[in-house]
């Protein structure tokens, strides 16, 4: 783990090297990016993990509600990954047509 941390402190320093305030502005904007889609990655699996996990209790309490309960464990997952390509089209958004640069 220390050395993940060492190698993405060695990356930001070339990611920092610019000279002007633009450059700060897009290395700032791919940071924040990558860390961004990253939580959000996070988050939508942990969403996941729990969301499956319950259809499945809930299947093995009433097998007669397994069918039920699948299509609503899909729509609850359709609602999870949307946030995620949320997240996704504001990093493409910061990256590509930054409103931060004039």
């Given at each position: 783990?220390?050395?993940f ?22 290395a ?38 397994g ?23 504001i ?12």
């Amino acid at each position: 783990m220390k050395k993940f941390f060492l190698l993405f402190l060695a990356l930001g320093a070339f990611a920092f090297a610019g000279e002007n305030g633009q450059d700060m502005i897009k290395a700032y904007s791919v940071v924040a990016a990558g860390v961004g889609l990253g939580l959000a990655a996070l988050g939508g699996a942990i969403g996941m993990g729990h969301t499956a996990a319950a259809t499945i209790a809930g299947t093995a309490r009433n097998p007669g509600l397994g069918s039920k309960l699948m299509t609503t464990m899909f729509i609850a997952l359709a609602m999870i990954e949307a946030q995620v390509i949320y997240t996704l089209v504001i990093a493409l958004i910061a990256l590509y047509s930054n409103p931060f640069i004039s």
